[in-house]
């Protein structure tokens, strides 16, 4: 719904590296939103209540990767369900962008 989902890859050297996809929805400050991530995960999770910053590789669907629809719409579930799969299956190997920063 919001057009972003994080994914944690690791924890390494008081580092967490997670992977960041963004769908056309996403409007914001790239930057804030990873270390906006990065201190969830630090605050919920115990094994990185350590952790001192973050590194993510960014990419950039070419359209939605989740949705929120109401009962109204229950028509569109197959419909966004596809369109999800195939961003999901279009996204590049290499990431668009590298953020980097401090928790």
């Known amino acids: 719904m919001d057009g972003f989902l994080p994914k944690f890859q690791q924890y390494k050297d008081q580092c967490i590296h997670f992977h960041l996809i963004t769908d056309p ?12 991530i ?16 973050f590194e993510v590789h960014h990419f950039i669907a070419n359209d939605i990767i989740g949705f929120h629809i109401s009962a ?30 401090e928790i």
Not at 25 to 36: A, I, P, S
Not at 76 to 101: C, N, T
Request: overall charge positive; some cysteine; proline content about 3%.
């Open 25 to 36: 929805r996403c409007d914001t400050q790239y930057l804030m939103l990873c270390k906006f």
């Open 72 to 101: 109204f719409e229950i028509d569109k579930i197959a419909e966004y369900s596809q369109r999800v799969k195939k961003s999901m299956a279009e996204l590049p190997v290499d990431p668009h962008f590298m953020h980097f920063g």
């Open 38 to 53: 990065a201190s969830k995960y630090k605050e919920k999770l115990a094994l990185l209540s350590d952790a001192k910053k």
